[in-house]
């Protein structure tokens, strides 16, 4: 059975971008934050994002204490000033991402890698937090 965390500032800001849509339409392509899953990799929290088109040099990664925040910036080149747009739904320009992790970890220790689109980064857990085997002394 899978554990789902929710977080609630996630959720908060969920429902403040459909309140907002709802209350004046939706004007053009939508935000290009990604799209991330966070999980439980036994000794690490692994965070997966989905970054399409992003060049790794326009992405930054920071931990502190319990978050990580993605940042970076989707480019694409652009048609003729001329050229008239059928339809444009690829959201591009800056985007920040915010994600608690579920427990303490170690950042010193945390790894990223960017292939085919996908943002995995991997963040150990912090020691105090992993789980030990205890021995068991006979009396």
Not at 43 to 67: H, I
Request: glycine fraction near 8%; charged fraction near 30%.
């Amino acid at each position: 059975m899978a554990l789902v965390y929710l977080d609630p500032f996630e959720q908060l800001q969920g429902e403040l971008e459909r309140m907002l849509d709802a209350a004046f339409g939706h004007a053009g392509p939508s935000r290009p934050s990604p799209p991330v899953n966070v999980f439980d990799g036994g000794d690490a929290y692994v965070v997966k994002a989905e970054l399409p088109g992003v060049d790794a040099g326009r992405v930054e990664l920071e931990v502190e204490e319990d978050t990580l925040t993605l940042r970076g910036e989707r480019v694409f080149s652009e048609p003729s000033s001329d050229a008239a747009f059928h339809r444009r739904e690829r959201a591009q320009g800056r985007f920040r991402r915010v994600v608690r992790l579920p427990g303490h970890v170690a950042s010193s220790d945390a790894k990223a890698e960017l292939r085919d689109g996908l943002l995995t980064v991997r963040i150990p857990k912090a020691e105090e937090t992993r789980p030990r085997k205890i021995a068991i002394q006979a009396g």
